[in-house]
């Protein structure tokens, strides 16, 4: 698989394949601006357009856990100048300000962990494009995909109001 395109499209590749593929029979099947992607995409050599990846591959959810280790944070610390003094015009931080800061710095001390979820968008932007047309027969606006993630938030937040808490 091609780097570039690993690291642009992401878990959602299969998905750029198969539009492109879409594209190659019938440009107008796309949309304007994927057009105008597709008409000098290359797509990777690893895996040909023709062939879009298995749908075991797609449907599948990945789960990955990844730690900030105690050496990771120390390296990060020792390539900071020591002997870096502050600018002649700063003024220290005081009261509320001083406070954040100082936690802030003491955080970094706590070990994180972020838990990522990787799921295929094909059912979402399905879903838009449906939303759209229904609001573009009715001459309203637009969905995007943050009005959609926003919406989906704030009912998970309804659904489970512990995580509003602070």
């Known amino acids: 698989m091609d780097k570039d395109n690993k690291q642009r499209f992401g878990p959602n590749e299969w998905l750029v394949e ?94 994180t962990a972020t838990s990522v979820r990787t799921i295929p968008a094909k059912l979402l932007e399905e879903n838009r494009r449906v939303v759209n047309r229904y609001l573009r027969d009715r001459r309203s606006g637009k969905v995007s995909f943050t009005h959609i993630i926003a919406w989906t938030v704030l009912k998970a937040l309804k659904a489970r109001p512990a995580m509003k808490a602070s």
């Open 18 to 111: 198969e539009m492109y593929r879409q594209f190659q029979e019938n440009p107008r099947s796309v949309t304007e601006s994927w057009r105008e992607f597709f008409e000098d995409y290359r797509p990777p050599k690893a895996r040909s357009a023709a062939a879009p990846a298995r749908k075991e591959e797609r449907a599948a959810p990945e789960e990955r856990v990844e730690t900030k280790s105690a050496a990771t944070e120390s390296r990060a610390a020792e390539e900071a100048p020591a002997d870096q003094k502050p600018p002649d015009e700063a003024v220290p931080l005081r009261g509320v300000a001083a406070r954040i800061a100082e936690n802030m710095q003491t955080s970094l001390q706590v070990p």
